[in-house]
């Protein structure tokens, strides 16, 4: 094991102790919050995987919700929740578009419906859920030639770009997990 026993490096990072935070997204509010720091972190850890792996930590969340590494952007064009967005050159998200090459790749998802020049949540990685889904189990996901949709079949005409954008977990469960590589149809 190699560890630091004494440090000089000065970063301009936040200082513990950080905040892990459970948000509802729906309901818009913290819903647990851990203050934590370094000597604490590897246990926090350690924890949350082995209660994971117990079973006493849902990875299942509730309809039109998601759990994961999210953040707050602003939309250039009016999405849908479950739709798949990429950054644009103005700083605001827009649906991605696999047969519009300059509309990839898509790396973020809606969390819910947003209107044109607003803010929103957007997921970067993480489980969403949408009842109305009927994905095939096990399959992945990969940006749709209709703007916006996640759907299971890889685009195939010529020039589409073809990105995985994550995997169905259950019917109604996805693991969104964009990759950043792009594979054009000749």
Same mark, same amino acid.
């Given at each position: =094991? ?23 997204? $729906?309901? !818009? ?5 851990? @203050?934590? &720091? ?5 246990? !926090?850890?350690?924890?949350?995987? $082995? ?6 930590? @849902? ?21 849908? =929740? ?6 644009? @050159? ?27 020049? $607003? $803010? ?11 009842? /109305? ?5 096990? !399959? ?10 996640? &759907? ?17 977990? /259950? ?7 964009? @990759? ?7």
């Amino acid at each position: =094991m190699v560890g630091i026993k004494h440090s000089t490096v000065k970063a301009a990072y936040p200082t513990p102790p950080f905040r892990l935070l459970a948000v509802d997204w $729906n309901a !818009e509010h913290v819903v647990d919050e851990l @203050s934590i &720091t370094f000597p604490q972190l590897a246990q !926090e850890i350690q924890d949350l995987i $082995n209660g994971a792996l117990q079973g006493s930590i @849902s990875m299942t969340p509730a309809d039109h919700s998601g759990i994961g590494i999210c953040t707050v952007g602003t939309v250039g064009e009016t999405v849908a =929740m479950g739709d798949v967005l990429y950054m644009k @050159s103005d700083g605001k998200f827009w649906r991605a578009d696999a047969d519009a090459a300059a509309t990839m790749p898509g790396m973020l998802l809606a969390m819910a419906a947003i209107t044109a020049g $607003n $803010n929103g949540n957007l997921m970067h990685l993480g489980y969403f859920r949408d009842d /109305s889904w009927s994905w095939t189990i096990g !399959e992945l996901l990969y940006v749709s030639v209709t703007p916006g949709n996640p &759907t299971q079949t890889a685009p195939s005409g010529t020039g589409d770009q073809v990105q995985v954008i994550g995997t169905a977990v /259950s019917a109604h469960v996805i693991f969104f997990n964009p @990759s950043p590589v792009l594979v054009e149809v000749a």
